[in-house]
Nanobody, 124 residues
Framework: QVQLVESGGGLVQAGGSLRLSCAAS????????MGWYRQAPGKQRELVAT???????NYADSVKGRFTISRDNAKNTVYLQMNSLKPEDTAVYYC??????????????????WGQGTQVTVTS
């Protein structure tokens, strides 16, 4: 059974930092592409960042230069380092995984497995 468990969310002031973690089990992590998505109240789920099994990364324009996605295959964990946080970053952040190869991992339908989400709240 595949499980993705996010942690690291919380309440932070604008300009602050948080690091999210997503621990994976039940999946061959090293060959999985991973993604972080977020969903704010009343809005659709949107891409934040993706990382392939070969550690190629991609970011939404809104987080480029502020967020960094990384992975540790030895720990079956993917991270999202979030710096210079803004109130508009407030959302539930979800981790996702897929074992299928695609040309792009930017859309949520690429991912079969999802975590339960972790809340990030940025105050002004």
């Amino acid at each position: 059974q595949v499980q993705l468990v996010e942690s690291g969310g919380g309440l932070v002031q604008a300009g602050g930092s948080l690091r999210l973690s997503c621990a994976a089990s039940g999946v061959i992590f090293r060959v999985s592409a991973m993604g972080w998505y977020r969903q704010a109240p009343g809005k659709q789920r949107e891409l934040v960042a993706t990382i392939t099994s070969g550690s190629t990364t991609n970011y939404a324009d809104s987080v480029k230069g502020r967020f960094t996605i990384s992975r540790d295959n030895a720990k079956n964990t993917v991270y999202l380092q979030m710096n210079s946080l803004k109130p508009e970053d407030t959302a539930v952040y979800y981790c996702a995984a897929t074992l299928i190869w695609y040309n792009s991992y930017d859309t949520s339908d690429r991912y079969r497995y999802w975590g339960q989400g972790t809340q990030v709240t940025v105050t002004s």
